[in-house]
């Protein structure tokens, strides 16, 4: 067998006419950058996400910037994240001159431990920006009962979470500003970078467009320096393709999670504790961009799932506060235990919705058996 990691071919087969015809559209229009496919797909993702307004962007990285810089944040300033994550969510702070703050994992949702939260803000403290790993949204009752106390806007890096839920309401609308990222891998992909911010607050929504607009509400009359930072009608059309068929990937991603569940629950793995499946914690919609498991002996079994041609991955190798850029920040080895023991165990399998269970029996056998030699 021969398992991708992520099968992006098998999904652009199902959808290839429907997406064909929206670029002719477009081509013919010749209405490239920003336009009415723009416009209506900022309009679904802003109602699919229970947020008033949706700005899109040239990418996630640049949705997490253009979110801080709508605060004004920028030299002197601290930012709350955590160290396990994608490079965009520490890098966005410190492109601006702020300085991240972080704050440990908890272990079972791999995202922020609101616990360790109200020890990190300072007077300093500009904004708190969890992340929500893998499509599962952070305790935001708690963060953002921490963050009115201290009246600290919430931004949430909602990447890889589009659709996910926590006590009923989306990602998106959990905090001041949702930013969410249309990478190819992510659950809604285009053909190519793009992004997007939601928010209910009119005056942030109008400072996002301006800002990124190279800082102009009138073409040309320039009230603040912002960024080139629009999304491609091009990239709109597809998505407005895929978003169609959103939900029915997400149901597909969460039906090989549960089993996934199933198949390991009988192998003896998981009481043996060499392996643990990733949880949907309490009050939450889970919407798996990644089933990232822990497992012992990592490497050794990545290697030997390679050889039986199972695509894997490792999520993230190297938490952001041991990074070499980083290294200015001052933290050590030690300081964030729970990130860096899960940048050593987390083994990422596939969980894209074209997988099959025959395929999900197969890769589970595979661990089972590289585990009883
Ligand atoms: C993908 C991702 C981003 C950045 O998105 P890009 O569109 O690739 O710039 C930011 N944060 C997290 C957690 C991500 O997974």
Redesign the pocket.
């Known amino acids: 067998m021969n398992i991708p990691m992520l099968d992006l071919r098998a999904q652009h087969a199902t959808i290839a006419a429907e997406v064909e015809s929206a670029i002719s559209a477009v081509l013919q229009s010749q209405q490239l950058i920003l336009g009415p496919e723009v416009r209506e797909l900022e309009r679904e993702l802003a109602e699919y996400c229970s947020s008033s307004e949706a700005i899109s962007c040239a990418?996630?990285?640049?949705?997490?910037l253009l979110a801080l810089m709508a605060y004004g944040i920028g030299q002197g300033d601290e930012v709350v994240s955590t160290p396990y994550?994608?490079f965009?969510?520490a890098g966005a702070i410190v492109r601006l001159g702020a300085r991240p703050v972080f704050v440990d994992i908890d272990p079972v949702s791999f995202n922020l431990n609101a616990d360790l939260l109200e020890k990190a803000i300072t007077s300093r403290t500009r904004a708190i920006m969890p992340?929500?790993?893998y499509g599962q949204c952070a305790e935001m009752s708690d963060i953002n009962k921490i963050a009115a106390r201290h009246n600290i806007p919430v931004i949430e890096?909602a990447?890889?979470a589009i659709g996910a839920e926590h006590k009923g309401t989306r990602a998106g609308s959990l905090g001041a500003i949702g930013?969410f990222?249309?990478?190819p891998?992510?659950n809604l992909g285009g053909a190519g970078?793009?992004?997007l911010m939601t928010t209910s607050d009119p005056e942030i929504a109008d400072r996002l467009r301006i800002l990124r607009a190279h800082g102009a509400k009138k073409k040309y009359y320039h009230d603040v320096v912002g960024l080139n930072s629009r999304l491609d009608s091009l990239q709109a059309a597809i998505l407005r393709v895929k978003f169609r068929h959103l939900d029915d990937w997400m149901s597909a991603r969460r039906s090989n999670a549960a089993r996934y569940r199933e198949l390991f629950g009988k192998t003896g793995l998981l009481s043996s504790g060499r392996v643990s499946v990733p949880q949907e914690c309490s009050g939450q919609f889970h919407v798996y961009?990644q089933f990232v498991l822990r497992v012992t002996d990592r490497d050794k079994l990545r290697a030997q799932m390679k050889e039986k041609g199972i695509g894997t991955e490792v999520y993230y190798p190297v938490p952001m506060h041991l990074q070499p850029c980083f290294a200015n920040l001052g933290y050590k080895q030690g300081d964030f235990p729970e990130s860096e023991r899960a940048a050593n165990e987390s083994l990422a399998i596939p969980i894209y919705p074209e997988l099959g269970a025959e395929a999900q029996r197969y890769i589970v056998d595979v661990i089972s058996s590289f585990y009883e030699r």
């Not at 990418?59 to 997490?64: E, V």
Request: with cysteine; proline share 0%.
């Open positions: 990418s996630g990285s640049d949705a997490l994550t994608f965009a969510t992340i929500y790993l890096d990447a890889q930013c990222s249309f990478y891998s992510k970078d793009g992004g961009n």
